[in-house]
């Protein structure tokens, strides 16, 4: 039997840096989509909740959970945003100070 003894009792969960940039991409992608200002048809006409962002340890990249109201159209509102990921990582890197912005 081998030991182990730096994986042991211990649970690898993102660390304070990667919660509190998820948390600063969350707040300002959610007023991102509040104002409304992407020019997307299926964006613009749905209410879409983004209840999480986790960032990997490196930061390089950003996955974004997001929920339309009422959980309808789905896949419409992720191919919407995927279409629109560069319009909201500039959008996102005016917001938030980063020294790279990460990519969604």
Not at 5 to 13: L, N, W
């Amino acid at each position: 039997m081998t030991r182990h003894s730096h994986h042991q009792g211990r649970t690898h969960g993102p660390s304070q840096r990667q919660l509190r940039v998820g948390e600063m991409l969350r707040h300002a992608l959610a007023e991102i989509l509040q104002r409304g200002d992407i020019s997307d048809p299926v964006l613009e006409t749905t209410v879409i909740t983004v209840p999480e962002v986790r960032v990997t340890p490196d930061l390089r990249h950003a996955t974004i959970y997001v929920m339309p109201l009422g959980g309808v159209h789905a896949d419409e509102v992720v191919k919407a945003l995927a279409r629109n990921s560069r319009f909201l990582r500039g959008a996102l890197a005016h917001k938030v100070t980063l020294k790279y912005m990460p990519d969604l």
